[in-house]
């Protein structure tokens, strides 16, 4: 982080984000992760293998992904370095900040909580289905935005915080190696079948990746909204993963909601503990938790700033 680079990547994608326009023109560099992902499940996670030889073939595609991506991210900053010396920091932090997504972050639970303002709840539903896995025809205007609370609490430490942190520990290669690590983790890193083998390195890979990201993620909401560190500390381990509870317990704490609790996929039931010990989530709340995940970014990307300036 002791340089320019990380706060202008941020900048950047605070800035522009990912357009909609060239993600319809050109995709976005992970789908060449999922097409490598794809490509290794549809070769190594057949119904007639055993249970080990699919996990085996899990851990051989999760290393030929993250190889791939470190190798790119290493090379392309190799040559930039090579070419352009220390003068070459503004392209590294044009390649690096497409694996940042705040920008998309705010843009997608702000259309959520733009439709529950207008009352229009099928328009919410149809918003929060695109950024969270649970059934949504059914959730009612606190489900909605309960949904988009947790989404947004758990993507900031994914979409924001891991990806700076890997590129401050590791530059160009560590922000694109745990970018892989995250889409293979969200397209195969399930207890589900078929992915309970084959994804079982995808998701304890993702769960070293995110464990520091995770609580720094958390500390910075419990910043930007004071009120969250109790509930941070008494509710973290009442999520099923060992990462996300801790910032959704940190911004159930800072708004003072209750979050989590029964939720269900593909219409099966699954009882989960409530994180935080208030009410029900309403759009109001909603609307606070993007605050303070504004703000919190925008400490992030100060401390950032503070680092370059003081190299």
């Not at 942190?165 to 694109?176: E, H, S, T």
Request: include cysteine; hydrophobic fraction near 55%.
């Amino acid at each position: 982080m002791a340089d320019p680079v990380l706060a202008a990547a941020m900048a950047l994608d605070a800035a522009f984000g990912w357009p909609g326009w060239l993600y319809r023109r050109v995709g976005h560099p992970v789908g060449g992760f999922a097409r490598m992902i794809s490509a290794g499940a549809e070769m190594l996670n057949r119904p007639q293998y055993s249970a080990r030889q699919r996990r085996l073939g899990g851990i051989a595609t999760m290393l030929a992904v993250i190889a791939t991506a470190g190798g790119v991210g290493w090379a392309a900053q190799a040559v930039v370095r090579q070419m352009l010396g220390e003068n070459g920091w503004p392209l590294v932090a044009l390649l690096a900040f497409p694996a940042i997504a705040q920008r998309s972050l705010i843009d997608h639970v702000r259309a959520v909580s733009s439709a529950l303002a207008t009352g229009d709840l099928p328009a919410a539903r149809q918003a929060v289905a695109m950024i969270v896995g649970r059934d949504t025809a059914a959730l009612d205007e606190a489900g909605v935005a309960r949904a988009a609370i947790e989404s947004l609490a758990e993507s900031f430490c994914d979409g924001v915080i891991a990806p700076v942190f890997w590129f401050a520990v590791l530059g160009l290669p560590g922000i694109w190696m745990f970018k892989a690590i995250n889409t293979a983790d969200s397209m195969i890193g399930h207890i589900e079948e078929p992915w309970r083998d084959f994804g079982w390195a995808a998701a304890r890979i993702d769960d070293l990746a995110n464990f520091v990201p995770a609580r720094l993620a958390a500390i910075l909401i419990c910043l930007a909204g004071p009120g969250g560190w109790r509930i941070m500390w008494r509710d973290h381990a009442r999520h099923a993963s060992p990462n996300a509870g801790w910032p959704e317990a940190a911004m159930a704490g800072a708004l003072g909601v209750r979050l989590a609790g029964p939720v269900s996929y593909d219409e099966v039931g699954h009882e989960k503990l409530f994180i935080g010990s208030g009410g029900e989530a309403t759009p109001g709340d909603l609307r606070r938790a993007i605050r303070i995940v504004s703000l919190a970014w925008l400490i992030t990307l100060i401390i950032a700033g503070a680092f370059a300036w003081l190299a």
